[in-house]
């Protein structure tokens, strides 16, 4: 159980375009979605937080016009990167949270690596 | 300020031995401690978990101890195998704070030498 995916598993455009990348909850339902982002070597860098049926929230110095997220239903959850750059490119994750009192655990998509020319 | 502090971030042992992973937090009010395993170009993968009641929790080869005076939680993996190869990161999240959002370390590479 818990397995959550995500398509594409990679993905290369060219600078200008957009890219969405989608993230589902295969066998549990999840009110809240997360946006990661690793850099090369770095730590889980939280992109956003993706509640269903309401806005993302997004961490400071993360631009929401340029990663829109779209939370439709409780197992699924978009990311559109808009007007792609190079510096975009990275290995974007996603994940899912069962949690409540006393709990949390978030499972987590196997990424997607933008590449972007 | 970075919340969760992962001071080694490597950690070389041999096979059948045990190994060690450290972190550290700073928000008091972080409850809930999480540990995953990440292999390169994949998502990391839940590990062990342990709340803020609890001192000590086991799962197989796997062993978190938290030490809350200390701010400090380990995980133990005995007796460590070369598949245990790895980054391992420590998260934590408080329950009163926004959606349960995790705070990560920057992660621990584990290497196991057969």
């Known amino acids: 159980g818990a397995v959550v995916s995500q398509h594409p598993s990679r993905v290369i455009c060219k600078s200008g375009t957009s890219v969405k990348i989608e993230c589902r909850s295969l066998?549990?339902?999840?009110?809240?979605m997360f946006w990661y982002r690793q850099f090369p070597k770095k730590s889980l860098m939280l992109m956003a937080t993706?509640?269903?049926?309401?806005?993302?929230?997004?961490e400071q110095g993360v631009e929401k016009d340029k990663f829109l997220i779209n939370h439709a239903s409780l197992t699924l959850s978009t990311l559109t990167v808009t007007s792609a750059h190079p510096e975009d490119s990275s290995f974007y994750i996603c994940?899912?949270?069962?949690?409540?009192?006393?709990?949390?655990?978030?499972?987590f998509g196997p990424g997607t690596r933008l590449t972007v020319l | 300020d970075q919340q969760v502090k992962q001071n080694s971030p490597s950690l070389s042992v041999q096979e059948g031995r045990i190994s060690i992973l450290n972190c550290d937090y700073t928000?008091?009010?972080?409850?809930?401690f999480l540990w995953y395993k990440k292999y390169p170009a994949e998502g990391p993968t839940f590990l062990i978990s342990?709340?803020?009641?609890?001192d000590k929790n086991e799962d197989g080869r796997f062993t978190v101890f938290l030490n809350k005076s200390a701010k400090h939680l380990s995980l133990h993996i005995v007796p460590s195998q070369p598949g245990d190869s790895a980054v391992y990161f420590c998260?934590?999240?408080?329950?009163?704070?926004?959606?349960?959002?995790?705070?990560f370390g920057k992660g621990t590479l584990l290497t196991v030498n057969p």
């Open positions: 994940s899912a949270s069962v949690a409540g009192p006393g709990y949390n655990e978030q499972f």
């Open positions: 342990i709340s803020s009641i609890k």
């Open positions: 066998d549990f339902q999840a009110t809240t």
């Open positions: 928000n008091s009010m972080f409850d809930y």
């Open positions: 993706s509640n269903e049926g309401s806005k993302a929230t997004y």
């Open positions: 998260a934590a999240s408080a329950s009163g704070g926004s959606n349960y959002k995790l705070t």
